[in-house]
């Protein structure tokens, strides 16, 4: 989804937001109105100036990457939630342009992790989409992993959709449920189909089940390319089942719950058996 105005239409866009979207170099922010509150002697331009779809200038410097901008848009009283008409707000704009800076500089003056419903664009599925860059600050700042959209599924379906291993990694490693993806559909199910040799063992020592069918019956086996590599790895696992190790791994890190596997690098634990618990 983008939220670019057409270079060639920007008559009725508000000189902020042309300016931060063609990245004029004599510096949008200083045209940001400083004071808190309208007057007839105010000299700047409103922080929170929206177009005709409600895109702020804010939203138009997260989707630039523009730091400086995002700062003295935020100093100047640019509220970080603004959703347009169709529900974008600048941190999924920062996911979307994979601006890692500005992302983080949104989540420390509280931009909202969660859209306030599930239709909306969620800034972690986009960040899911595009790669891990985003979804470490999110995860961090209290984004579910588990968020669920019910066009796109899970945030894990969405890394194995596009084959992102290290986003699928990092997903799995905080706690996302393995086996939650769109409707019947499991994360499983989308990396066979994309032939994922990265991502199948992966989904698998964090306990995917092999044995759930898609909306069409087809367990994951049943998808891969003949003679494929995911065939071959699919098919090893099942005449090979999980070993007593990796079975008491997923146990003990399912009794321990998601929201508190983070803690453990602080348990009185020996840094081998934190390390089995992790994964790493």
Avoid: W
């Amino acid at each position: 989804m983008s939220l670019r105005q057409k270079p060639g239409n920007l008559e009725n866009v508000p000189i902020l937001q042309s300016l931060v979207f063609t990245q004029n170099p004599f510096k949008p922010e200083r045209l940001i109105e400083t004071s808190q509150t309208e007057s007839s002697t105010t000299k700047g331009y409103h922080a929170n100036i929206v177009t005709i779809d409600h895109v702020t200038p804010l939203h138009e410097a997260c989707l630039s990457g523009h730091v400086a901008c995002v700062r003295a848009l935020i100093n100047a009283g640019a509220n970080v939630n603004a959703a347009t008409i169709d529900g974008v707000t600048p941190l999924y704009n920062c996911c979307a342009s994979g601006s890692v800076s500005c992302l983080d500089i949104l989540l420390q003056n509280g931009a909202h992790t969660h859209t306030p419903h599930t239709h909306f664009p969620s800034a972690l599925h986009e960040a899911c989409k595009r790669g891990e860059y985003c979804v470490e600050s999110l995860l961090s700042h209290g984004a579910d992993p588990d968020y669920e959209v019910s066009h796109l599924g899970s945030p894990l379906y969405m890394s194995c959709l596009h084959r992102h291993t290290a986003c699928t990694k990092i997903l799995l490693h905080r706690g996302a449920s393995v086996n939650v993806g769109r409707g019947g559909d499991s994360p499983l199910h989308a990396a066979v189909r994309q032939d994922s040799a990265d991502q199948v063992p992966l989904l698998l020592d964090y306990g995917a089940d092999v044995n759930l069918r898609d909306g069409n019956n087809k367990r994951p086996v049943e998808l891969a390319p003949p003679g494929g590599r995911t065939q071959q790895l699919l098919l090893a696992f099942e005449v090979s089942p999980r070993s007593l190790c990796q079975l008491c791994r997923l146990q003990i890190r399912n009794l321990i719950g998601r929201s508190r596997l983070k803690q453990l690098p602080h348990l009185p634990l020996p840094s081998l058996l934190t390390h089995y618990l992790e994964h790493t």
